[in-house]
C-alpha cells in the first residue's frame, strides 16, 4: 500500500479504535486491522502527532504498579472521523474508476 495512503488510513482506524473505548498502545495495535502492519514504532509517533493536532489526549493510570498512557479521542478527533466518512463516498468514486481503468 502507497505509505500516504496507509497514513491516512492509520490516522483513521487509530482514532476509530480510540472512540471504541479509551486505550493503550499496545491494545490499539492489536485493535487496527493487521494489514496496515501497524508497530509500536510507528504507533507512538503517530500518536504524539494526533495529539498536537489536538485530535486526543493522553492520561496515565497505574497498571501492575507502572503508569500505563491512555488515549482517549476529542471532540475535534470525532469531527475528523465523521470528516472522512463524509468523504468516503468520494474515495470510492475513484476506487471504482481506477478498478474499471486497470481492468480493461
Not at 489536538?54 to 498512557?69: A, F, I, P
Given at each position: ?104
Amino acid at each position: 500500500m502507497d505509505a500516504q495512503l496507509k497514513r491516512g488510513f492509520l490516522d483513521v482506524c487509530v482514532l476509530a479504535s480510540i472512540n471504541q473505548q479509551d486505550s493503550y498502545g499496545y491494545q490499539i495495535v492489536k485493535d487496527v486491522p493487521p494489514n496496515l502492519h501497524l508497530t509500536e514504532s510507528t504507533l507512538y509517533p503517530l500518536l504524539k502527532r494526533l495529539e498536537s493536532a489536538g485530535l486526543l489526549t493522553v492520561y496515565s493510570v497505574e497498571h501492575n504498579g507502572r503508569l500505563r498512557k491512555y488515549y482517549r479521542i476529542t471532540e475535534a478527533g470525532i469531527a475528523y472521523l465523521n470528516g472522512f466518512l463524509a468523504e468516503w463516498d468520494e474515495i470510492t468514486t475513484v476506487y471504482e474508476y481506477v478498478k474499471r481503468g486497470a481492468t480493461k
